[in-house]
């Protein structure tokens, strides 16, 4: 079965050093999102992306942040200078319509941990 | 906003025993409901969902019915099996017709003993 897939799976980062993380949705996906879960916290919703454009972004995903889907397979999420709290698990999901119903297939995260 | 409360864990359990997980959500309108797995080391995977009232979702043994009136969406199982330890997340999804925003709860983690 298709699977969406993240890389690295754990990054080590400075404070203030810029990160990017990598997602290789499933192919056949239109609507790619990412999600993080800060330890033993919900996992929250960051941004939506589709047609090559954000679709819809929460108040979390400030301007430090951005995506991309530099080519026809990747999406990445760029920290621009991170934070301590911006410790987490993030989660890249896809999926192949942008209706309520259907479910997002996530990846297994990239554990980010800033010191 | 929309929001989603599910029980605390952990929640340990002998193996063979009855599973109920308790989430109740919060949301205007008509959401539809979820239920997601995470393994040790691996990403979310959809367990279940109901889109309307009085649906039932199920899969692997795990059952939920989507309850308006009380808006919640419980998670069962009737005998759970060592390898059913995980986290389990509650969550939800605006029927508003945009693009997907899930709302999702704070985990409950099962360990489940032999």
């Known amino acids: 079965e298709p699977e969406v897939t993240q890389t690295p799976s754990h990054q080590v980062t400075q404070m203030g050093q810029e990160v990017i993380l990598r997602c290789v949705p499933i192919s056949n996906h239109l609507y790619f999102y990412w999600y993080r879960q800060i330890l033993g916290q919900k996992v929250e919703f960051l941004v939506s992306f589709y047609n090559n454009e954000i679709s819809e972004k929460s108040e979390i995903f400030d301007d430090q942040f951005s995506v991309e889907r530099p080519d026809g397979s990747n999406f990445t999420l760029k920290i621009r200078s991170t934070k301590l709290e911006d410790s987490a698990m993030y989660f890249c999901?896809?999926?192949?319509?942008?209706?309520?119903?259907?479910?997002?297939?996530f990846g297994n995260g990239t554990r980010l941990t800033v010191t | 906003g929309d929001s989603v409360t599910q029980m605390e864990g952990p929640v340990t359990l002998s193996e063979e025993a009855f599973l109920t997980i308790n989430c109740t959500y919060t949301a205007t309108g008509y959401p539809s409901l979820f239920w997601y797995v995470q393994y040790p080391g691996e990403g979310l995977q959809l367990l279940l969902k109901a889109t309307k009232a009085d649906d039932k979702g199920s899969n692997k043994g795990f059952e939920a019915t989507y309850r308006k009136e009380t808006t919640s969406f419980h998670l069962e199982k009737g005998s759970v099996q060592v390898s059913d330890s995980a986290v389990y997340f509650c969550?939800?999804?605006?029927?508003?017709?945009?693009?997907?925003?899930?709302?999702f709860g704070t985990g409950t983690k099962l360990q489940v003993i032999p």
């Open positions: 969550a939800l999804s605006p029927n508003s017709g945009g693009y997907q925003k899930v709302t």
């Open positions: 999901a896809s999926s192949p319509t942008g209706q309520d119903n259907s479910p997002l297939h």
